[in-house]
């Protein structure tokens, strides 16, 4: 994939560049927001433009592709470009778009790098960019195809009516929602999601993704934790009611319950017990056998959503154990379930599958408790709300 000439020169350069992403990713978005201000406004994320979080995404993408290839120069990292084409295409990244982030991408690492940008540099990195990029525009062209079902690839959002709302807890709300077209609904997999467009009261239209909670006939259900400061959840919360219309994109994530007939632990911290709400619901429903152990971390009772659902879904299922851990629980309380997950505590059957949810340091913890278990990091899968500061893990 990447030219030997090519390969050299990112080794050499490499640790430069990277030393210098953020800087690099900052000046790169400050450029194209100037030049293209409806980027911010109606397709990227500004509350993760605001506390920076996109941007050390980017520039943890960039520095793993990197590295990626020069440890083998034949390989794609596949699972890396499939994360970040299923969030490309749930928000509507089209082709045309990465010409524009090339350009104002190379003209940030001129304006940082200055002279050590020779022609030999400039033209390694841009070998690296266009087979990232183009790599990702193959990817995502196939996932429209799929989502579209048959509809028009180019324009994946669909009006949906809210058929009713639930509160879940004090700050998590569920919305049931069914096509407004008269189509059916979209195929979707136990532990994806689906992004939500909404007109704020400044005109501007922003996107969030939501974890598929489960559903029913006809019809989706995604839950929305009201955020601090967090202007869309907070929006949907206030103005989102029964009967009003909503855009959503086609289901989309790149991780999602596998068939099969292995064990399977389900971790989640907070609200990112959605994904797994929704993995649990496909079990029952489906009648499996297969054994099944959810861990779920929060602060109280009264703060874990979905808390019945997961009682009532686990004595659905004939193999199916629950753990939950409180960090100030109210009234008595296990001492041994008491405090942040600890999977010393549970057994972990040989040869499970994992799935993780939830905030970084969670997914750090739990990663590595389930690896000393003795779980190949190969069968140890995540999600995290947001970009991903964990790419290349």
Known sequence: MLSAKSAEVVEATLPVVGAAIG?????????????????????????????GTQRQALAGSIAAFA????????????????????????VGIADDQYQVVHEHLFAAIVEVLGEAV????????????????????????????????????????????????????????????????????????????????????DGAHQIRQYSLSGGADGA??????????????????DHLATGDTVELAPPLGDVFLAEGDGPVLLASAGIGNTPMIAMLDHLATTG???????????????????????????????????HVFYEQPLGEWPADRTGLVDLSTVTV?????????????????????????????RDIHYEVFGPDLWLGV
């Open 23 to 51: 800087d690099i990713t900052s000046r790169f978005y400050d450029r194209l927001f100037a030049t293209h201000p409806d980027l911010l406004r109606d397709l990227f994320n500004r509350g993760n433009q605001a506390n």
């Open 67 to 90: 590295s990626a290839l020069l440890a083998d120069p034949d390989q794609r990292p596949d699972a890396m470009l499939a994360r970040i084409a299923h969030k490309h295409v749930s």
């Open 349 to 377: 059957p040989a040869g499970t599958t994992a799935y993780l949810c939830g905030p970084l340091p969670f997914l750090r913890a739990v990663r590595g408790q389930l690896l000393e278990a003795g779980v190949p990091a």
């Open 288 to 322: 499996s056998t297969r054994q099944v152990v959810s861990v779920h971390g929060d602060r109280d009772q009264l703060s874990h959503a979905f808390r019945a659902d997961l009682e009532q879904l686990t004595a659905k299922l004939p193999n199916a154990t629950a």
């Open 118 to 201: 020779t022609p030999d540099v400039a033209a390694a990195w841009d070998e690296v960019y266009w087979l990232m990029a183009n790599a990702l525009m193959a990817v995502e062209a196939r996932l429209r195809v799929e989502a579209a079902a048959g509809g028009d690839p180019a324009d994946l959002w669909r009006p949906y009516t809210v058929v009713t709302r639930y509160q879940e807890t004090e700050t998590v709300t569920s919305y049931l929602v069914r096509p407004a077209d008269g189509r059916p609904v979209p195929a979707s997999r136990p532990g994806q999601y689906v992004s939500v467009r909404t007109e704020l009261p």
């Open 220 to 237: 989706l259900r995604f839950s929305v934790k009201r955020e601090p400061g967090g202007e869309v959840s907070g929006h949907l919360h």
